[in-house]
């Protein structure tokens, strides 16, 4: 009987301890425990925004250097990657037979000024004519009206004058039609010789050659390229920013580049133009940078990343942003009363890269609000603050 007793004390003991185990991981390691959280405090101090973007290097002044009309390639006198001053020859085509046309273009200038030599002499001549007829007519008319001669004697040296000014106009017209005749044969030379001049392919600034396109004996068609130039004091950045992050970029604000080519360094530069237009697919807007100082090793294409300071505020309050949170379309935080957590709305501003956002109003230096917790919360929930949350599987 007693060995019963004794039994069934054990069991009970047993079960009051099975229980009491129970209830103590439910409440400290189940679903009624308390639920893990970290906490920050509301610092004050400098915060920096900026924006963040994936772009490439591109010449803002590039020349496509090519001939206005089909032609043959006689020679290509630069390269890739050569410097080149303004005004330098870089390529040449075979002119065919412009030379040709020049020179029997002034060749037409040379006979069309010997013709002008003797348009004037013969206008000079019926000047003469005309002026010797008109004073004899005149003498005629003063002696018919004294009777000293017949009025026939008198028209005849009358139409002898009209016959010289006659004369004297048809030199006069054949001096001007030579002098035209002159002026078209200069304007074809001008012509050609300005055709000619194309032929030369010339430099239109400092720059160096980034492609060379053909090779001599190359046929090509008017506007086809030969080299290709760029200016390099133009080299900037055009880079792709998301549009949620674009409408604080201006002209004028500093930024940084890192090249692919040297991910160590970060080079100086500012926002020189903010495109109009946004893509509306990738949902990103271009914003181009120009760099404070070119680098040297620097190319054309090459891919970089560009950090934008769209704010710079010396003075402010912020927490990290991994506390902001959004409950019934309202932004706020999380703090803790008496072990319980309270949603306290709160007015953010901007949002550094480094993953702190400023406080407007709604919280003051000093104030702890929870960061991160280990699922999440609702109204009056319980907490408990730990140094940092091991996450399953970790």
Known sequence: ???????????????????????????????????????????????VASTFGIGTVEARRSYAIGPTLASRVARVLVDQG???????????????????????????????????????????????????????AQRYAEL?????????ASDVKQSDANAASAAMDAAAAQLAVSRRDRERALADVAGV??????????????GVIS???????????????????IDPKSLWVKARIDQGQAGGVRVGQPAEIVLRSDPNRAYRGQVERVDWVSDAVTEER?????????????????LVEVTIRTAELSKVRSV??????????????W????????????????????????????????????????????QDAKVKVVPAIVRAGS
Not at 84 to 96: I, M, T
Not at 195 to 203: G, I, N, W
Not at 341 to 353: R, W, Y
């Open 335 to 378: 703090q803790i009363t008496a072990g319980r957590v309270a949603f306290k709305p709160v007015k953010f501003g901007i949002t550094s890269l480094d993953g702190r956002s400023q406080i407007i109003e709604g919280l003051d230096a000093g104030d702890e609000v929870v960061v991160h917790s280990e699922r999440e919360l609702t």
């Open 286 to 302: 271009i914003v181009n940078v120009g760099f404070a100082a070119r680098p040297e090793s620097i190319s054309v294409g090459e």
């Open 144 to 152: 018919r009206a004294q009777n000293f001669v017949s009025q026939e």
């Open 211 to 229: 492609a060379r396109l053909v090779e001599p004996g190359t046929t090509i068609v008017a506007g086809q390229a030969v080299v290709q130039l």
């Open 320 to 333: 990290p942003a991994a506390a902001v949170k959004r409950l019934e379309r309202q932004d706020g935080v």
């Open 1 to 47: 009987m007693n060995l019963r007793l004794g039994g069934k004390a054990a069991l009970a003991v047993a079960g009051i301890g099975a229980a009491l185990l129970l209830g103590w991981l439910a409440s400290s390691q189940g679903p009624l425990a308390p639920t893990k959280v970290t906490l920050a405090k509301v610092e004050q101090g400098p915060l």
């Open 193 to 206: 010789g300005k055709l000619r001049a194309q032929a030369r392919l010339l430099s239109p600034v400092d």
């Open 82 to 136: 050569d410097a080149v001053r303004a005004g330098q020859l870089l390529a040449e085509l075979d002119p065919v037979d412009l030379v040709d046309r020049v020179a029997s273009g002034q060749f037409a200038a040379e006979r069309a000024s010997s013709a002008i030599r003797a348009a004037q002499a013969q206008l000079a001549e019926a000047q003469s004519r005309a002026q010797l007829a008109r004073a004899s």
